[in-house]
């Protein structure tokens, strides 16, 4: 006969399985009632998910005042949620949201009390890109990952789990209940310049994997994954920030690449899907984008993927949805497409205002609406912020940069630096032989709020393993006068380090490098984003990829290099030839160790 505490215990969790909705929509009725009693702006309001300016929702800074007024035609985010009722917030590092984890916290706190202040108040979704490498949005003293190629490049399930698993117990500690994270795209585009490293990779199966693992991550810790960016970017030569992509895949191409990670994303009860500004013709000839394709949203996401959970679009804001129709027609045309979330609108009132006019013309209906409106209430009550949407400043403090999260970073990146080169056995270098180094190359501006610049965490890393490192930033085009400077100090080291960042055939960054190799001394390439930059430096004696230039990729880089930890990194893409694309260079799964 079980204990009267194990009877309770099965008790309790019951209760918190009803409380949260539970995977069956246990508490649909709960919510339904909610939703009965919502005005029509109420309705049209929990749809939109918006950005607003600030580090406080109630006293931002007067230049963040400004910028409100100036966008959204409100001061503050708790005037936003008072005039638009809007069910979700999104945060950014340009939108002054996020200076640091406690600030975060107040900021969080701010926008749910405003909310549930409100007339039938309802808790708010916060969301945020922190994707970990290159699209961040809190940087430290939050806990950074290694990127999704890099993670791709180290092949672990385990470490995609543990990274959302920890990335989501931090997010959550600061109020951000909702992360546009991870990236299911399969990049096999080296030319893709909106996706890339942000991708785990080319292998679909690969992908999967680590994408279903990265949701377990985050959801085990009470934040809502989102894969992105359905039917799959990972193909595109176009940005469809700026412009409308065309994926000219066939269906069977299709479903054997890109709908792989996206149904392993659904299979691992996956709880928002991001849709994509891009074309396919092959799933849907209309020439709509796929955020406003009912074959694709409707047809293939929920009918054939069984999907029932939120859909979210990518930012209304996007030349990729905005080129064929007006401001005022994408929510709707999104709306009837299938989707749940409309993400930042240029113009808020404009969206807003065009949605509540097409539910009182008759072109949506109010039960439309509804659907939608039920899976954000049903993601908000197994968030459980139906029960307590606020955070605390002592969760902050003890769950936020903590040293067992660091040191779980450090080890996870020690597992995806990748050594493409290694001609002779240059690496690791010795500090009897190669006791002075420079380290010079591109300092692009931090991508998440860490230290940099790139040359600088270099040079300090290998100083504490030993070196004597100077850093001398070039630049990602650098003048003859800088490739002229850098070659005669590197006359003066042992060895040269330099960091590339997306190397083409003209750049000067390849001048830089030959001239490097020319002096004799021994020469170390880090690839700081894209692993393919090796192709186009064939000079270079030792070549190594990091896939990303935040602080955490680019340490264990340095302790490769010194020999403290072998290279264990496998590439997830294939490198091509410079002169000759057609052919490889690098396959999948190259990588070189000591």
Not at 306 to 320: A, C, R
Request: hydrophobic fraction near 45%.
């Amino acid at each position: 006969m079980p204990s009267r505490r194990t009877v309770l215990a099965a008790t309790m969790g019951v209760t918190a399985s009803l409380a949260i909705g539970g995977t069956a929509h246990a508490d649909d009725t709960r919510l339904r009632s909610l939703i009965s009693r919502m005005t029509l702006p109420e309705k049209v309001g929990q749809l939109f998910v918006m950005r607003v300016y600030g580090h406080s929702a109630t006293a931002p800074d007067q230049a963040d005042i400004d910028a409100n007024l100036s966008e959204i035609g409100v001061r503050t985010a708790a005037e936003l949620i008072a005039k638009y009722r809007v069910g979700g917030i999104i945060y950014f590092t340009w939108a002054h949201n996020t200076r640091d984890p406690h600030q975060i916290a107040d900021l969080s706190n701010g926008i749910q009390k405003a909310s549930l202040s409100q007339p039938r108040g309802l808790p708010v979704l916060v969301a945020t890109d922190q994707e970990h490498g290159i699209v961040c949005r809190i940087g430290a003293p939050a806990t950074l990952f290694p990127g999704a190629m890099a993670i791709g490049a180290g092949g672990s399930r385990d470490d995609a789990r543990t990274l959302g698993r920890i990335s989501g117990a931090e997010l959550r500690a600061m109020g951000v209940n909702q992360d546009y994270s991870p990236d299911a795209d399969v990049n096999v585009n080296p030319a893709n310049p909106v996706i890339g490293v942000r991708s785990f990779g080319a292998d679909p199966d690969a992908v999967a994997g680590l994408v279903a693992a990265e949701v377990k991550g985050y959801q085990s810790s009470q934040v809502a994954a989102t894969a992105k960016h359905f039917p799959g970017h990972g193909d595109t030569a176009v940005d469809s920030h700026f412009g409308f992509p065309v994926i000219t895949h066939s269906r069977e191409v299709w479903e054997a690449l890109d709908a792989v990670p996206f149904r392993a994303a659904v299979k691992a009860g996956i709880d928002s899907i991001m849709t994509a500004h891009i074309m396919v013709p092959a799933l849907d000839d209309s020439g709509d984008p796929a955020t406003l394709s009912h074959p694709i949203l409707t047809g293939i996401l929920r009918g054939e993927l069984g999907y029932d959970g939120v859909v979210i679009t990518d930012s209304l804001g996007m030349e990729g949805v905005r080129q064929k129709y007006g401001d005022d027609r994408v929510p709707v045309l999104a709306l009837k497409a299938g989707v749940d979330q409309l993400l930042n609108p240029p113009s808020l009132d404009v969206a807003w205002n065009a949605v509540l006019k097409a539910v009182q013309d008759g072109e949506l209906t109010e039960a439309r609406l509804d659907e939608s409106i039920l899976r954000v209430l049903r993601l908000k009550a197994r968030l459980g912020l139906f029960q307590n949407a606020h955070v605390s400043q002592a969760g902050v403090s003890r769950t936020v940069g903590t040293r067992s999260h660091l040191a779980a970073a450090d080890r996870v990146a020690e597992r995806t630096t990748t050594l493409l080169v290694n001609e002779e056995g240059l690496l690791p270098l010795s500090r009897r032989t190669h006791g002075k180094v420079l380290v010079v190359g591109a300092d692009p501006a931090s991508p998440s709020g860490t230290t940099g610049p790139p040359t600088g965490v270099l040079a300090a890393a290998l100083g504490e393993l030993g070196f004597t490192a100077t850093a001398r930033s070039t630049g990602t085009d650098p003048s003859a006068a800088t490739v002229a400077a850098a070659v005669a100090a590197a006359r003066e080291a042992d060895a040269v380090v330099v960091a590339t960042y997306n190397v083409t055939a003209g750049s000067s960054q390849r001048t830089l490098v030959e001239q490097l190799v020319a002096t004799g001394r021994p020469v170390v390439a880090v690839a700081v984003r894209n692993p393919y930059d090796v192709a186009q430096l064939p000079s270079v004696a030792a070549y190594l990829a990091s896939y990303s230039w935040t602080d955490v990729e680019l340490r264990a880089a340095a302790r490769v290099i010194a020999g403290r930890v072998r290279p264990r990194g496998k590439l997830p893409v294939a490198v091509q030839r410079a002169d000759d694309p057609t052919q490889v260079l690098y396959p999948v799964g190259h990588g070189l160790s000591y």
